[in-house]
């Protein structure tokens, strides 16, 4: 498909408690390539193969959970663009400078109706080391630990899901593959991508706003899943669920928490997307095989615990 509006989502802060500890998890088991700090309370992070400077932010701070989550957007033009239609929209609309986060550019930053702050920049610097681009070999060091390519998505909790899903798919120029409904029509979740990846974040109706239920990081393959699985038991970390496959999706997945309490989903496989295929639709009493298609069964931690 050609790309409009969002490329993909590229850069996502996150409050973490213990910022050493924490570190370790991100950079020596989930296997993400420490950047750089800023001060003593941020570290910044990327995945192997990902080209921009990087994809994470840790900030420490005395409560875990989402600071805000970044857009790319292809060009400065469209980046204005976007922002003009934020405005119009009905947010307002705050310059985050250039150099606030090592690499990137000028952002424009916003919260939405779920509480959440957005973020959208289309300047980044590349990576120190990236991919190799000229006759390349697969990698240019080996991956490790749970091996992720990149981050991939992000599932926020809060209120007036339908407004959100409008907007992204007015400004950002998303659309969404796949949604569930409750028994009076009203949205329960929904899911949402500018490009043809099943989703780039997904939506939940919760009475609290601002809330992360899970950043997720993509893997190659099904094995891959299962070498993390692996990975949580050796490391004693908090399991949600898994190793399971996702009906919504199709995505082959595992969920557990890092030693903050956020939640982290690595994940493969999925289908192709495009905005003309007709739309999923789920009934929220289906929800259960929906998410956890091999049991059927809904886990209420699942739906409850956020961060």
């Known amino acids: 498909m050609g790309f409009k509006g969002t490329l993909r989502p590229g850069l996502v ?57 970044a857009f790319k957007v292809a060009t400065d033009e469209e980046l204005e663009e976007i922002k003009n239609k934020v405005l119009a929209f009905g947010y307002n ?8 986060q090592p690499g990137y550019g000028k952002r424009y930053a916003f919260t939405i109706c779920t509480g959440h702050r957005f973020e959208i920049y289309s300047e980044v610097e590349l990576a120190a080391q990236i991919p190799m681009t000229k006759n390349p070999d697969i990698w240019v060091t080996p991956p490790h630990g749970m091996k992720p390519h990149r981050l991939d998505h992000f599932l926020l909790y809060g209120p007036n899901i339908e407004e959100a899903e409008w907007f992204c798919k007015e400004v950002f120029g998303m659309y969404a593959p796949e949604i569930c409904n409750l028994p009076d029509g009203k949205r ?28 997720g990081f993509f893997l190659q393959d099904w094995r891959d899943v299962g070498d993390a699985a692996d990975l949580i038991a050796i490391n004693r970390l908090k399991l949600d669920i898994g190793p399971t496959r996702h009906a919504i999706t199709r995505g082959h997945s595992i969920y557990f928490f890092e030693p903050s309490g956020n939640r982290v989903e690595v994940y493969a496989g999925g289908y192709f997307a495009t905005p003309d295929h007709p739309q999923r639709v789920w009934d929220s009493d289906q929800i259960g095989r929906g998410l956890f298609y091999f049991s059927g069964d809904l886990i209420p931690s699942f739906l409850e615990v956020v961060s």
């Open 13 to 69: 802060q996150l409050r973490v408690l213990d910022l050493e500890k924490t570190l370790h998890f991100y950079k020596n088991i989930l296997g993400l390539n420490e950047v750089c700090r800023i001060g003593y309370d941020r570290v910044c992070l990327k995945a192997y193969d990902e080209f921009d400077h990087h994809s994470v932010t840790l900030r420490l701070s005395d409560q875990a959970g989402l600071d805000f989550v």
């Open 93 to 100: 609309v705050e310059l985050v400078p250039a150099g606030d």
């Open 188 to 215: 329960m979740a929904t899911w949402l991508t500018g490009n043809n990846k099943p989703h780039d974040l997904a939506f939940v109706e919760y009475p609290q706003p601002g809330k992360l239920h899970h950043v």
